[in-house]
């Protein structure tokens, strides 16, 4: 039930880097889960530490809690460095047999620094250290037949947020998506179809540019990180937005390899925008 985890290498979005891991999914054998992991990148290092109770308080409730600490360097991106601490609560359960809910509490505390002297003045007015204290519900519907490689089914889900129970920022976040699999010609080919989309209303002061949608790089192919949405145009920095949309078509197919490569080949479209930036600063393009 004990495992660690060393890997090495490249991603397009962090850079190189390595990744240390360490996991007991029967913690004092009674199925707790305890993880710590630590990430070293060019751009970005990160530690967590996760605990996971499967059955809280004897019920069908699994409960755990959070700790992390990260520090991410947006320069190619948006021209500043971020730092953040924090920590968060969660609770999850099923409310029917394939509807589940998971309620969380997180807080955490971001300063915004190291900012490039040719920067946006949208990412100069963002510099400093600010709190988010914020409660939040996703709804899960999963008719999939697998979880992991879907060859049939569809999912439904809703994400909601509202910050502003104690820290500096007060705003509501809300995300839907869906997808829905289908096999052509035979189980080896799957079609597919993905799609998001969300909105951030501030309920007090601005929209920081830490909690903003931004497309790109893991979330839309072909793009840089925050290649897609608002932009400072003479400096070239990604602002992000308050509304974003995404969608995919995809089908994937067999390339000959065994299949426990679980490797797959693909043709998709990509469509989506993010949008809805009120900076109040001349060069900027919504």
Do not use: M
Not at 136 to 159: C, K, V
């Amino acid at each position: 039930t004990g495992e660690l985890s060393i890997g090495a290498g490249f991603s397009s979005t962090a850079g190189a880097l390595t990744d240390l891991t360490i996991r007991e999914r029967n913690l004092l054998g009674r199925g707790q889960d305890l993880r710590l992991s630590t990430t070293l990148a060019t751009r970005q290092q990160q530690i967590d530490l996760s605990f996971t109770e499967p059955y809280f308080l004897g019920r069908e409730l699994a409960a755990g809690f959070d700790v992390f600490y990260r520090t991410t360097d947006f320069g190619d991106r948006s021209s500043f460095e971020e730092d953040e601490a924090g920590f968060g609560l969660r609770a999850g359960y099923q409310l029917g047999p394939r509807l589940r809910h998971t309620a969380r509490y997180t807080f955490s505390r971001d300063k915004i620094d190291n900012v490039a002297t040719d920067a946006s003045p949208a990412i100069k007015a963002q510099v400093g250290t600010f709190s988010t204290s914020a409660i939040g519900n996703e709804f899960f519907y999963d008719a999939r037949n697998s979880r992991f490689s879907p060859t049939d089914g569809y999912y439904l889900s809703y994400d909601i947020d509202v910050a502003g129970l104690g820290g500096t920022e007060r705003f509501l976040r809300n995300e839907v998506g869906a997808g829905v699999y289908e096999s052509l010609f035979s189980s080896s080919f799957v079609g597919s179809l993905e799609g998001s989309a969300g909105i951030i209303n501030e309920l007090d002061d601005e929209i920081r540019i830490s909690e903003r949608f931004f497309l790109g790089g893991n979330s839309f192919r072909g793009f840089k990180n925050g290649g897609v949405g608002p932009r400072d145009v003479s400096s070239d920095d990604s602002l992000g937005g308050t509304k974003f949309y995404r969608a995919s078509a995809e089908v994937q197919f067999p390339l000959g390899l065994p299949e426990e490569f679980d490797i797959k080949g693909a043709v998709f479209s990509d469509v989506g925008s993010v949008w809805g930036n009120d900076d109040p600063f001349p060069n900027i393009e919504d």
